[in-house]
């Protein structure tokens, strides 16, 4: 496999937790007017340390102040300005997720980027979920049930998968398989899509303790992933050329 087919994928995280209010500022008209839609702290919070952090990252790459950024969404159901965010005129392929107290975007020229975040939930009936998350051909499948861990990071790496598709949820996650959550993460069936197998580029991360994500790319070659840690929204820039680190990888 020759370098040049070789690309990179980078994780950064934001603390959720106040961005509202010290981060609005970097949102466009079309996000504020999203923003006036929600209605809880906790949603406010969230969508604003998403976009502020994309924001902020992008406008490291583009040479430009973060409040300049074109940032698009679109959703293939629905006419409103809503759904996985691009970096117009780029080629930079962006992802965000977010929950609970965390929300981490990836970024990637190599190829459709997804990623998601979750907090390990134990006290969910999973038994009774697993049949609509796990294959036939998982363990998980058969009715033995998975531990809070198990599930979660299953969970993540199918989402990641799906959101790098352009598809989320609306196509099943038992439709796909990926390895046992013990192992390597890697995309091991996708019924009707057999060639995502052999280019999707599978990581787990570990954005702090009690949560579960992981992190897809959709490319030719291989994909080596660098996961710089959190960014403080509130008072904090990435170092300058943070997007040519190449030795920090998950």
């Given amino acids: 496999m020759s370098t040049a ?8 995280w934001a603390a959720v937790p106040g961005a509202a209010q010290h981060s609005r500022h970097l949102l466009s008209e079309v996000e504020l007017n999203r923003f006036g ?6 949603d406010q919070d969230r969508f604003v340390a998403g976009r502020a952090l994309l ?9 430009t102040a973060p409040e300049r950024v074109a940032v ?8 409103r300005p809503h759904g996985k965010p ?6 930079w392929e962006v992802s965000l997720s977010h929950a609970g107290a965390w929300v981490a975007v990836a970024l990637t020229s190599g190829g459709p980027v997804g990623v998601d975040v979750e907090e390990i939930d134990a006290s969910l009936a999973l038994k009774d979920l697993a049949s609509h998350v796990f294959a036939e051909a998982e363990p998980a499948a058969g009715g033995a049930e998975p531990s809070p861990l198990s599930f979660f990071r299953t969970w993540t790496r199918k989402e990641a998968v799906l959101k790098a598709t352009g598809n989320g949820l609306r196509t099943p996650m038992s439709a796909l398989a990926v390895s046992d959550a013990a192992s390597a993460p890697a995309l091991t069936a ?21 949560y579960a994500a992981a992190v897809a ?14 960014l ?3 008072s904090g820039t990435p170092r300058e050329g943070w997007w040519r680190a190449s030795n920090l990888a998950v």
Avoid: N, Y
Wanted: glycine content about 14%; proline content about 8%; overall charge negative.
């Fill in 217 to 230: 790319v959709i490319a030719p070659g291989a994909v080596e992933f660098v996961d710089h840690g959190a």
């Fill in 190 to 210: 996708f019924t009707g899509r057999p060639d995502l197998v052999e280019r999707v580029r599978l990581a787990d991360l570990r954005p702090a303790p009690g």
């Fill in 37 to 42: 839609t929600l209605r809880q702290a906790g």
């Fill in 72 to 79: 698009a969404a679109s959703c293939p159901d629905c006419p």
């Fill in 86 to 91: 691009t970096l117009v005129g780029t080629g």
């Fill in 55 to 63: 924001r902020t990252l992008a406008a490291g790459l583009l040479g």
């Fill in 5 to 12: 087919e070789r690309s990179t994928c980078h994780i950064w």
């Fill in 232 to 234: 403080d929204l509130g």
